[in-house]
């Protein structure tokens, strides 16, 4: 099971937008700057893939399959981009061993941007989680977008952050969206299965995206626990104690939603200690993000005086 961006097929719903786009590319007037945003896991960087490809096959063999929102997995441009060789594309994320993405990596950016084109076909050059961008390259970025340059097309993906309004100001702005039961239906397709047999409701009505709901499940298949069960000490516990997430990240983040799950389930007016745990380890794991703070400290200290208290 995989739903990287990149290799997605298929486009899950988003229809609309995407048709919308490549009706401006054929037409001459798709701006060169585009921000999706929504929350993280609806499909953002996927349909950024979806229109990458349908420009860049527009004349290879295999094309995209404009009908069926489809891409062909014997195309070149698409295999090119799996293998991290496509020259007319350029990737922007934050690094494994990174909590930000930083003004190196936009360096490099404009060094291959500057270097001349091995064909005459359009540029991308698609920067995922823009609210990790650092300030200085954010600034270093807003420089790149001012140059004027009609091959390259810039695809900004933000999960529903707060974004620099003169970085916004340069884009054609589209807000992302599903609904509950277009979540469910996606996640059921890409997983085969129906997610209420392997997932516990509460949950569910939490991680409310496809792609959350698929790290979910693969973190669940990697350290081996019952996601039907709906005891979350017993989870927190588990994975707090396995310090996996030292090794993989999106863990983090997870273990982030399963402390807010935690307090939502059982706080109560009548435990005004738990409240106030409640709001003091909000505080913790945002200062924890802004400041690049240790989580293993944080995740010690929710342990010892909430699930041990």
């Avoid at 594309?89 to 950016?109: G, H, M, P, S, T």
């Avoid at 916004?168 to 996640?187: A, G, V, W």
């Amino acid at each position: 099971m995989n739903i990287n961006s990149s290799t997605q097929q298929n486009l899950y719903m988003h229809h609309e937008i995407f048709n919308h786009l490549c009706k401006l590319y054929l037409n001459n007037k798709l701006p060169n700057k585009i921000l999706l945003s929504g929350e993280k896991g609806i499909g953002k960087a996927t349909l950024g893939y979806h229109l990458i490809n349908f420009v860049l096959s527009e004349d290879e063999e295999h094309s995209y399959n404009i009908k069926n929102n489809e891409i062909n997995l014997e195309n070149r441009s698409f295999k090119l981009i799996q293998n991290k060789s496509n020259p007319n594309f350029n990737l922007i994320n934050v690094a494994e061993d990174k909590k930000n993405i930083d003004i190196n990596q936009i360096r490099e950016l404009i060094a291959n941007l500057n270097k001349s084109s091995f064909n005459n076909k359009k540029r991308f050059v698609l920067v995922d989680n823009i609210e990790l961008l650092n300030l200085n390259s954010i600034n270093a970025l807003l420089k790149v977008l001012e140059e004027p340059n009609e091959n390259i097309y810039f695809i900004l993906i933000n999960n529903n952050k707060k974004v620099l309004p003169t970085l916004k100001s340069r884009c054609l702005n589209f807000k992302i969206f599903l609904t509950n039961e277009q979540s469910i239906k996606i996640i059921n397709q890409l997983i085969n299965d129906d997610i209420y047999n392997l997932v516990n409701k509460n949950l569910i009505n939490y991680f409310t995206t496809p792609g959350k709901l698929y790290e979910l499940l693969k973190l669940a298949e990697d350290i081996d626990i019952n996601l039907m069960n709906g005891d979350l000490d017993v989870f927190l516990k588990s994975l707090i104690k396995s310090k996996t997430y030292k090794k993989n990240k999106p863990i983090i983040q997870i273990i982030y939603s399963f402390i807010e799950v935690y307090f939502r389930n059982n706080i109560s007016t009548k435990n005004i200690r738990l409240f106030h745990l409640y709001h003091y380890f909000l505080k913790k794991i945002n200062d924890t993000k802004i400041y690049n703070l240790d989580e293993e400290t944080l995740f010690m200290e929710f342990q010892d005086k909430v699930l041990n208290g």
